[in-house]
């Protein structure tokens, strides 16, 4: 008999395709789906990264593949949307993580800097989201999630095209939520405070102090904080929970 929280938060026999899941945000929600039953396929540049990711999640007794794509080229992240299907089929689950930090000044932001941003923080998820949420609808279940920022509501220092796609990206959520969501598909947002990933790694260790004095919890994020709330927005828990931003940031948001 199927076990009361196997009910709400079990993936098994789901798909889930995370990208940016060979590292920070993206490699711990991929992790955590799945440890919670998912077959998932990564997407992301670096191949080395990549497989070193899947045999992780293959230790756990679940069967994983990626593919390797650069989601600043539409024509890669079309081409890695087919190649995702091969191995497990087609998703029930989407995580939209890969994204990149460019922040010039914005008196110095060119063209160049602005179209990458957008192309991968919020034109990749619009695609992907074309390509599986269809699908999920026609089958009548699914789940999208887009990791978005603070930035999506607030400006930092140079927040730029970074802070416009990452805006983007929570108003994209909802569209999606109120174009699939009454045929099963749930489109949410998790919007992380200031996280020690990749990402973050050119930025002074003071930096990280003072943002770490900003929360409620008196601590900066880190990647595993993510699991509980991928898993859940994943599984069946979630199903009355749609066009949401839920913040996983130690209360710096409110702070």
């Not at 192309?119 to 699908?135: I, K, T």
Request: charged share 20%; glycine share 10%.
């Amino acid at each position: 008999m199927i076990s009361y929280l196997d009910g709400l938060f079990s993936l098994d026999d789901r798909v889930a395709v995370v990208t940016g899941g060979s590292s920070g945000i993206g490699r711990a929600i991929a992790t955590a789906l799945a440890r919670a039953g998912a077959r998932v396929v990564l997407i992301a540049r670096r191949e080395p990264e990549l497989r070193e990711t899947a045999a992780e999640l293959e230790s756990y007794g679940r069967p994983a593949a990626y593919v390797s794509a650069d989601l600043a080229d539409r024509a890669q992240v079309h081409r890695a949307a087919e190649d995702a299907v091969v191995p497990f089929g087609e998703p029930d689950i989407l995580v939209n993580c890969a994204g990149i930090n460019l922040r010039p000044p914005m008196d110095e932001l060119d063209e160049d800097t602005w179209d990458r941003t957008m192309a991968v923080n919020l034109d990749a998820p619009y695609l992907l989201g074309r390509r599986f949420g269809p699908g999920m609808a026609r089958r009548g279940h699914g789940r999208i999630i887009n990791i978005a920022s603070q930035q999506s509501f607030r400006a930092f220092s140079n927040s730029g095209a970074y802070g416009a796609s990452k805006a983007g990206l929570v108003a994209l959520t909802r569209s999606q939520a109120e174009a699939w969501s009454s045929r099963g598909v749930c489109a949410n947002a998790l919007v992380p405070g200031y996280v020690i990933t990749p990402l973050a790694a050119h930025i002074p260790a003071e930096r990280h102090a003072a943002m770490a004095e900003r929360t409620f919890i008196g601590r900066n994020g880190e990647p595993a904080d993510f699991a509980g709330a991928a898993v859940f927005l994943a599984g069946p828990a979630s199903a009355y929970v749609t066009g949401q931003s839920i913040f996983v940031d130690g209360g710096f948001s409110v702070h």
